[in-house]
């Protein structure tokens, strides 16, 4: 089984910055895609970023010029910076891997347990 594991949440005011880290573990043989989504409360889960590990970016369109997902292929870890910070941005932030667990093997998805982010006005 792989394991997400997020931290760097917490509170912060209006035009202030987080950042989010989630490390994948256990049994893994290659990660194709990590990414953040969020869900606020009363909302549904919604796609924050991702990352393939070929290094192809996706945003959207609240997190453009605004948030940057990185990952370290070699630690299986990705990050979230989150700039300028806004109270709509408050919400738990989920980390999500699609990860194969042996060579040619199917693909799976996990997700982490989430981390809050609560943004102050």
């Known amino acids: 089984q792989v394991q997400l594991v997020e931290s760097g949440g917490g509170l912060v005011q209006a035009g202030g910055s987080l950042r989010l880290s989630c490390a994948a573990s256990?049994?893994?043989?290659?990660?194709?895609?990590m990414g953040w989504y969020r869900q606020a409360p009363g909302k549904q889960r919604e796609l924050v970023a991702t990352?393939?590990?070929?290094?192809?970016?996706n945003y959207a369109d609240s997190a453009t010029g605004r948030f940057t997902i990185s990952r370290d292929n070699a630690k299986n870890t990705v990050y979230l910076q989150m700039n300028s910070l806004k109270p709509e941005d408050t919400a738990v932030y989920y980390c999500r891997a699609v990860a194969q667990l042996v060579a040619k093997g199917s693909e799976y998805l996990y997700w982490g347990q989430g981390t809050q982010v609560t943004v102050s006005s």
């Open positions: 990352s393939t590990s070929g290094g192809s970016t």
């Open positions: 256990g049994r893994i043989f290659s990660i194709r895609a």
